[in-house]
T-cell receptor, first 111, second 116 residues
């Protein structure tokens, strides 16, 4: 099945700094989503981005499907950005395939 | 529009017991998927239901089962609980297009199960 690798596994930032999280996947995808998991375990949808670029406030994401990677940019980070960021993909194929998650990037933003 | 809801939020059981978790999807969403999250294995797919039929199944033993009702609400059941079943169980729903393919998945808050 498809493999999803996220880097870096851990990231510590000073408040106000910018960061880039990367997601590599091993095969063609129909769907790619970025999530932020808060301390209570809830997965918050950030982007649904199988291809192209999207922006939402201080966050933006780019997926280059032909090169099998996606990037999540966080600018002017805040302490509330702390948590684990997951990339999840749905492999292309016949019918529906489940989301396959990477292991996540744990972000800590320090005041 | 209300989000995905899961009940109960927390559960403590002992080995050998069984447990039933419930998930109500976003209104209009007919696909419901279940995932297990553990520190060691990360987020793993359990199964997906669409129109009361299991459409996909992950690599979990038969002790894990599920069902979906006509109103799209879903339940999952774990029988003969083991210590390793302690995890956060997440449910997700998505809108399904006329072609039958799913779109963006939205997750509930999860049920944290502890097996003693």
């Amino acid at each position: 099945g498809i493999q999803v690798e996220q880097s870096p596994p851990d990231l510590i930032l000073q408040e106000g700094a910018n960061s880039t999280l990367r997601c590599n996947f091993s095969d063609s995808v129909n769907n790619l989503q970025w999530f932020h998991q808060n301390p209570w375990g809830q997965l918050i949808n950030l982007f649904y981005i199988p291809s192209g670029t999207k922006q939402n406030g201080r966050l933006s994401a780019t997926t280059v499907a032909t090169e099998r990677y996606s990037l999540l940019y966080i600018s002017s980070s805040q302490t509330t950005d702390s948590g684990v960021y997951f990339c999840a993909v749905e492999e292309s194929g016949w019918g529906n395939t489940p989301l396959v998650f990477g292991k996540g990037t744990r972000l800590s933003v320090i005041a | 529009k209300a989000g995905v809801t899961q009940t109960p939020r927390y559960l403590i059981k002992t080995r050998g017991q069984q447990v039933t978790l419930s998930c109500s999807p976003i209104s209009g969403h007919r696909s419901v998927s279940w995932y297990q999250q553990t520190p060691g294995q990360g987020l793993q797919f359990l199964f997906e239901y669409f129109s009361e039929t299991q459409r996909n199944k992950g690599n979990f033993p038969g002790r894990f089962s599920g069902r979906q009702f006509s109103n799209s609400r879903s339940e999952m059941n774990v029988s003969t609980l083991e210590l390793g079943d302690s995890a956060l169980y997440l449910c997700a729903s998505s809108w399904t297009g006329t072609s039958g393919t799913n779109n963006e998945q939205f997750f509930g808050p999860g049920t944290r199960l502890t097996v003693l």
